[in-house]
């Protein structure tokens, strides 16, 4: 399950993920639904997968953080289902979240952008603004401050958080940069997908260059099968 975005480039993201995920485990049907804005729904989803005769879904949200879609909307669509579907048992597994492996492929991503702009990224003068989502939730953006000081011990290099939605903004990470001592500040986002939301990151500072998305990396499969392993060996579990 994926946010949803009105930019096309996300969905085409998600769908290429699910593509990898099918791959590596072709016998487990699997399906993409939308929180919002694109189909299918979670809703349209589930029906498919009762209509099938199936009666237990995995939900895997495709989420870096555990904020209101993760802990409110998910959990509430599920109930809807099961109200529909007596037969058909959901699980919300759980959220992406600040994987250790989701953060390297982040690390690879300032990597690969800072030998394309020739960069030397062993040294100091680099600066990278780890740009997020952000969330109403002061906590989750905690969370993903955390995973901006886990980035810097991993690049060895100075690390601002900022985020799309809420403070501190792009700007705001970049002068901090600078008054570190950074020359050069290169903008590395901690999102899954393209969208409108990094295009409006790029519109504050339009000189800097921005290292790509995470993206339909196969690693991120495995963290979808990771994350269903776990839902579904909880659900037997409990059932046992």
């Known amino acids: 399950m994926a946010h949803g975005s009105r930019d096309p480039r996300s969905a085409a993201t998600v769908t290429a993920l699910l593509e990898r995920i099918r791959a590596a485990r072709p016998e487990v049907p699997a399906r993409v639904a939308f929180l919002d804005l694109n189909a299918p729904s979670v809703g349209q989803a589930l029906d498919a997968v009762a209509a099938a005769g199936q009666t237990r879904a995995v939900v895997v949200p495709l989420l870096l953080g555990s904020a209101f879609h993760a802990r409110v909307d998910l959990p509430a669509l599920l109930a809807e289902s099961s109200a529909r579907h007596p037969r058909l048992r959901p699980v919300q597994a759980d959220v992406l979240g600040a994987d250790p492996r989701l953060i390297e492929i982040l690390h690879d991503r300032v990597h690969t952008a800072c030998a394309e702009n020739g960069w030397d990224p062993g040294t100091r003068r680099i600066g990278i603004a780890m740009a997020a989502?952000?969330?109403?939730?002061?906590?989750?953006?905690?969370?993903?401050?955390?995973v901006a000081r886990r980035l810097a011990a991993r690049t060895g290099l100075p690390t601002e958080i900022c985020f799309a939605t809420t403070d501190p903004a792009l700007p705001r990470a970049v002068t901090r940069l600078r008054a570190r001592g950074a020359e050069q500040v290169l903008v590395a986002p901690w999102f899954l997908a393209p969208g409108l939301l990094t295009d409006r990151l790029r519109a504050q500072a339009p000189g800097l260059p921005h290292a790509a998305v995470l993206g339909p990396d196969p690693i991120t499969a495995d963290i979808v099968w990771d994350r269903y392993d776990a839902a579904l060996a909880r659900t037997l579990a409990l059932s046992a």
């Open 133 to 146: 989502v952000g969330s109403s939730s002061d906590a989750a953006n905690r969370a993903t401050a955390r």
